[in-house]
């Protein structure tokens, strides 16, 4: 066998309280598309961080083409041909598309052969980009396609893709594939980091499985079942939420003809939403991230106001009622940051259980405050929803991302809602505690409230929505039946391919 | 090598250690400096922290404690509320010096006719004076969404001007003999903010900054105006999510502690120092910020912070006297005070672990 | 009152002087901020620039080597700014409050043996011919150096910002630090060196008011300069020509006030000095509305995580 593009030897990296990587080993190929395959905390981004320079190992050695390799920066690693699309954090939304691809180089050319470069980069690989287009414009797929631009403009050996796929509706996700494999077929390598089991099986010609920062397993994705790797990925097999046969009662909330400027200079705007949702349904909101959807949570929860009649509930209209007024009457809400908008990060537990919980828990009286209540309160949620924490006067913010979100959502769901609203409830959040998340949701509907769960992750939104409608640039498609509807059909109803096109082979 | 870990959760001891620290940190640096000035260190510190509590002529200075202890509390709590919550007073000066006048001019509308009225009346006069004076940049922020830190600021100066154009015009004494400045209320019975028990420095003023201390303490701890307040200053947007009105709380923080710093200036104008002058405001607008983060913006810890800030003008007074220490001097000690304080609160969000990470 | 007692020629002169000391300092601040980090200490590194200026001038007879030593001091004091932001990662604004609270302390204490003293004077370029032409000569060509300083070096700034990759790579920090952190910029130092350079114009332009425009030390003489100049950054959409514009403006609002004064205008003294004040806050109310081009990571500090 030739000697593989980039071989990592026993990679270890611990944190104070965790070994993020422990002695993980793996070759990649020269041409090869490597899949890295892990749950959210497997330790996946420290290690590519650590490929990229951005974090140094604490032991083990990386060899490139055989030559030891120690990058001290990511600068380094761009030099030896390592590129990197990020997920998050790496474009600069007030400068224009040159300009962030520019910063990503070492030597840009001067501003116009580098846009010039930009167009023709671009169209080759069915990718257009106008590179004068100011960034925090851009939507989530062509903000992609920069960073793509930014990787090939320095022709890269190895390229990393960390969650690609995420911000993409499917059409376009097919488009990027033919991308990459263009890429492939000139030699370049991938190293495709994602927990999207068929995506993998499609794309990569070997896999590298992490659990808890351990190589767990190794497997050729086409000659393995997406099941098998589950259970490599995830250590045990998982329990698919149990969804009972549930009678939809009378319409509980809707929304008629809403329209919303966007809140920032960045924002998206909301555009003639129409929805209905009734007791006992839950209604899937799908969309790539950036459409609209903390815009529609914001409405729904009453931290943005619109005409009365906007919104409804029970016929009743809400639309000018705020957050507590709104929570009086039983509508409640899950936003999708945890920290910093759905839970305060220095506050404990018990202080955040204060945060919504005030009106419905009965937890202040006159403005003055309940605090032994409201322990108990935190408690009950610890409890119902499995929070791991030594207790309620923790910080939130020493919490793990699955178990505060088991806690923000607890505290919804246990404050028993006619109406609950999440938004992207399982994001970054490990496999077992989504899973309880979902079935929460389930169980709360079969009692007869109507949820409207806004999410990303589609094979989550079949699993458990009644109807389906998708957020695309601000407007939300008609709502149709969950079940049946194809790939191909979701895909239209979040925008096609937004104007992207098949690399020229 | 030195590296910074933040700590899962904000360390309580580091909390309240850190103030201490940073007060030896700033007698050790402070010292060095007087040395630096040719005096001698160690009698200096002394001087500054020990004579007015236990020396030679404590049966003065410790009443004196209160007098300059109290302006400093009351605008240090009215301070911490609004810097809790990220709302940024820092032109308490000009609320304080608004305050006394219309405080003092309330009262002198009246002279020299003697009812037991007119204290009270003016005291109402002085909290609203400071209440409207801190309302511009409240309405402002509101409105336009200006930044309250310049326009407090600025209005700091406008007061100051028109603290001037009062003393030499509107409340100057017309039996002044020309000098500058207003009537002495001390002379005034009604109007005289007296000692409550002779001797002892206690005056209306430390009674007002000691409610302030409890009814802070009770309205961050036990109500929910409090909760918003701490939840708005830690997450804006789980404030707003959790149904806060930004803007109620913008005018609420700014009005109260413009009334708090309005009444400091009342009680001072009308006991301490007596009458509307050029020059009666020394500082304690700008001195409470100090007070306010020493206090860790705590109301306790403001109480006692506001006792040791109050210490060191009264030690450096006495040190200026014996040991010809420069007046400056004392401020630069305790602007130092507050750099290490800054510094020091490092240690309650992060470790400082030297060498390798170790594995847990 | 005579309102003829005002020379227009000299009016105008007379306000690009006063104008410098805010030029130089927002200038400073406009890049600190720019780098994404909120310095509220400019008052308190411009009066130990003063003092630092003035001391230095005076004892080695040399306003040159003043300036010099100005622009050390100004970064010296940001130093420490730095640490308590950059390192400590204390809150933006305390730490510029407390950079300013010991800043006039500091001041205060090493200007002592300096009230009263004369500095030497720095002299006005001479160009024959054309300081000499009526009008324009001493508006354009007759003050010193450090003024035309002031405009380079806006001019050199707006270039950096602009066209150069330094520039782009300080807006990048600004904009989003762990952006810039993943790909591998050292944000620390970036702002490290922005604080600096701040810090240095700050001094410069502390020193320009005891050693030319006024030209004495007394206690507390920026008398708000500072915080003017962190006003004039928000006036200038952090556009390093609108933040001249603003400058000679504010410049303007001092000097016509300061002849008023002289003038004997009805208008009482007090009332007439606080003007420069309440037209900053005017002026801050008018343009608050628009805040889309502030650095989108101002005054948030970064801590590089795992």
Same mark, same amino acid.
């Given at each position: ?505 | ?360 | ?94 730490? !510029? *409050?407390? /950079?300013?609270?010991? %800043?006039?302390?500091?001041? =205060?204490?090493?200007?002592?043996? @300096?009230?009263?003293? $004369? ?47 330094? !520039? *782009?790579? /300080?807006?990048?920090? %600004?904009?989003?630090?762990? =952006?810039?952190?993943?790909?591998? @910029?050292?944000?620390? $130092? ?87 004040y309440l037209i900053t806050i005017l002026v801050l109310v008018i343009l608050s509305a628009d805040k889309s081009s502030a650095p989108a990571a101002l005054g948030r500090n970064f801590h590089a995580s795992r």
């Open positions: 066998m030739s000697v593989p593009l980039l071989s990592l030897q026993g990679l270890t990296k611990a944190y104070p309280g965790v070994v993020a990587n422990d002695t993980v080993s793996f070759d990649i190929g020269e041409g090869e598309v490597h899949a890295l395959l892990g749950e959210n905390g497997a330790g996946k981004s420290t290690l590519v961080k650590m490929i990229y320079g951005l974090v140094k190992p604490d032991s083990g050695k990386m060899l490139l083409r055989g030559q030891p390799y120690e990058p001290a920066e990511p600068r380094q690693a761009r030099a030896d041909g390592i590129a990197m699309v990020f997920q998050h954090f790496s474009l600069f939304d007030a400068l224009n598309v040159a300009e962030n691809i520019a910063l990503g180089m070492e030597n840009p050319p001067e501003m116009r052969d580098l846009a010039a470069r930009i167009r023709e980069v671009s169209e080759t690989y069915g990718l257009p980009l106008d590179p004068y287009r100011t960034v925090g414009d851009l939507s989530a797929g062509e903000r992609q396609r920069v960073e793509i631009i930014r990787c090939l403009l320095q022709d890269p050996k190895l390229l990393i893709m960390d969650e690609p796929t995420s911000v993409l509706t499917p059409q376009e996700v097919e488009i990027l594939f033919k991308t990459l494999q263009k890429l492939q077929s000139e030699g370049t390598s991938i190293l495709y980091i994602s927990h999207k089991l068929e995506e993998i099986r499609t794309l990569c010609d070997h896999a590298t499985i992490l659990r808890l920062g351990k190589n767990v397993g190794e497997c050729t994705p086409s000659e393995t079942s997406a099941r098998d790797m589950a259970e490599l990925m995830v250590g045990s097999s998982l329990q698919t939420p149990q969804r009972g046969a549930r009678d939809f009662g009378e319409v509980a909330m809707d929304i008629t003809g809403l329209s919303v400027p966007a809140p920032s200079a960045f924002g998206t705007a909301l555009k003639n939403v129409h929805l209905t949702v009734r007791k006992g349904e839950i209604l899937g909101i799908g969309g790539v991230a950036g459409n609209g959807q903390d815009e529609l949570l914001g409405v729904l929860s009453g931290e943005t106001l619109t005409e009365a009649d906007a919104v409804k509930l029970h016929g009743q209209p809400i639309g000018k009622l705020g957050p507590t007024a709104r929570r009086k009457l039983g509508v409640l809400a899950a936003p999708e940051e945890r920290l910093g908008h759905a839970a305060a990060p220095d506050m404990s537990l018990t202080e955040n259980a204060m945060l919504t919980g005030s009106v419905r828990e009965g937890l202040e009286k006159n403005g003055f405050l309940d605090w032994g209540k409201t322990k108990e309160f935190a408690e009950r949620i610890i409890k119902a929803f499995d929070v791991r924490t030594p207790g309620p006067g923790n910080a939130a913010r020493s919490l793990s991302g699955g178990n505060l979100q088991k806690f923000v959502i607890g505290r919804e769901v246990l404050q028993d809602p006619d109406v609950l609203v999440v938004n992207q409830p399982t994001w970054g959040v490990d496999a077992a505690a989504a899973a309880a998340i979902r079935q929460s949701l389930l169980d709360l509907a079969a009692k007869g409230a109507a949820v409207i769960c806004i999410s990303q992750d589609l094979d989550e939104l079949m699993e458990i929505s009644d109807s389906f409608a998708a957020l695309n640039e601000g407007r939300l498609s008609a709502p149709r039946e969950a079940a049946g509807l194809t790939v191909d059909e979701i895909g239209l109803m979040m925008g096609g391919a937004h104007g992207m096109e098949v690399a020229h082979v | 090598m030195i590296r910074l870990e933040k700590r899962p959760q904000p360390s309580r001891a580091w909390s309240m250690a850190t103030p201490l620290v940073a007060v030896l940190a700033t007698m050790i640096f402070g010292g060095l400096l007087f040395a630096a000035l040719g005096k001698p260190p160690v009698e200096a510190i002394r001087t500054i922290f020990w004579e007015p509590l236990f020396g030679e002529f404590s049966f003065y200075y410790r009443p004196q404690l209160l007098v300059k202890g109290a302006p400093l509390v009351l605008i240090a709590i009215g301070l911490s509320l609004g810097f809790r919550a990220g709302i940024w007073n820092i032109g308490a000066e000009g609320q304080y010096i608004m305050g006394a006048i219309c405080g003092a001019g309330a009262g002198l509308a009246f002279y020299p006719a003697e009812s037991f009225l007119i204290f009270p009346l003016m005291v109402v006069a002085g909290a609203l004076g400071g209440w409207a004076w801190a309302m511009i940049p409240a309405v402002l922020k509101t409105r336009f969404g200006t930044n309250e830190i310049l326009v407090s600021l600025m209005l700091v100066y406008v007061a100051e001007q028109f603290l001037a154009s009062v003393s030499l015009g509107l409340l100057k004494n017309p039996e002044g003999f020309g000098f500058p400045g207003s009537r002495n209320l001390q002379a005034w019975d009604s109007a005289h903010n007296a000692e409550l028990i002779a001797g002892t420095g206690m005056h209306w003023g430390v009674v007002a900054a000691l409610i302030a201390v409890i009814f802070a303490y009770v309205l961050l701890n036990r109500h929910m105006t409090g909760y918003h307040i701490r939840l708005t200053g830690e997450a804006p947007r789980a404030a707003r999510f959790a149904g806060v009105n930004p803007t109620r709380l913008v005018l609420f923080c700014l009005g109260t502690s413009g009334a708090l710093a309005g009444l400091a200036g009342l009680f001072e104008v009308s006991g301490p120092s007596g009458q509307v002058s050029i020059d009666f405001n020394v500082g304690y607008g700008f001195t409470a910020i100090i007070v306010a983060f020493l206090g860790r913006l705590h109301p306790v810890g403001i109480l006692l912070a506001g006792g040791l800030m109050a210490l060191t003008y009264i030690g450096g007074d006495i040190a200026q006297s014996n040991l010809q220490l420069p007046a400056a001097a004392i401020q630069v000690f305790q602007g130092m005070l507050l750099f290490f304080l800054l510094a020091f609160d490092l240690l309650t969000n992060f470790r400082i672990a030297i060498g390798k990470p170790e594995v847990a | 009152m005579d309102l003829s007692a005002i020379n227009p020629v000299l009016l105008i002169a007379s306000l690009m002087v006063a104008a410098t000391p805010l030029l130089l300092a927002a200038i400073g601040e406009l890049v600190v901020e720019k780098a994404g980090v909120l310095n509220l200490g400019v008052e308190g590194m411009m009066i130990v620039g003063a003092i630092a200026g003035f001391a230095t001038a005076v004892e080695s007879g040399s306003p040159f080597l003043g300036f010099i030593a100005a622009a050390i001091a100004g970064a010296a004091l940001s130093i420490l700014f730095a640490i308590l932001t950059q390192f400590a990662q204390a809150n933006q604004v305390a730490s !510029g *409050l407390s /950079l300013t609270l010991f %800043g006039l302390g500091l001041s =205060a204490l090493m200007g002592q043996s @300096y009230v009263g003293v $004369k500095p030497p004077r720095m002299g006005d370029i001479h160009i024959p011919g054309l300081s000499d032409l009526p009008v324009i000569g001493p508006i354009l060509f007759g003050h010193d150096i450090i003024l035309y300083f002031g405009i380079i070096l806006t001019a050199a700034v707006w270039w950096m910002l602009k066209y150069s990759r330094i !520039g *782009l790579v /300080l807006r990048a920090v %600004g904009e989003n630090h762990d =952006a810039a952190h993943a790909l591998g @910029y050292k944000v620390l $130092k970036i702002r490290l060196a922005a604080i600096m350079f701040g810090g240095a114009c700050a001094g410069l332009g502390g020193a320009y008011i005891s050693l030319i425009r006024v030209p004495q030390w007394t206690e507390g003489m920026t008398a708000g300069i500072g915080w003017i100049a962190l006003a004039l950054v928000v006036f200038a959409s952090w556009k390093p020509w609108r933040a001249l514009l603003g400058a000679y403006l504010f410049g303007g609002v001092t000097v016509v006030q300061l002849n008023l004064q002289a003038a004997g205008v009805a208008i009482p003294v007090e009332y007439l000095a606080m003007s420069p």
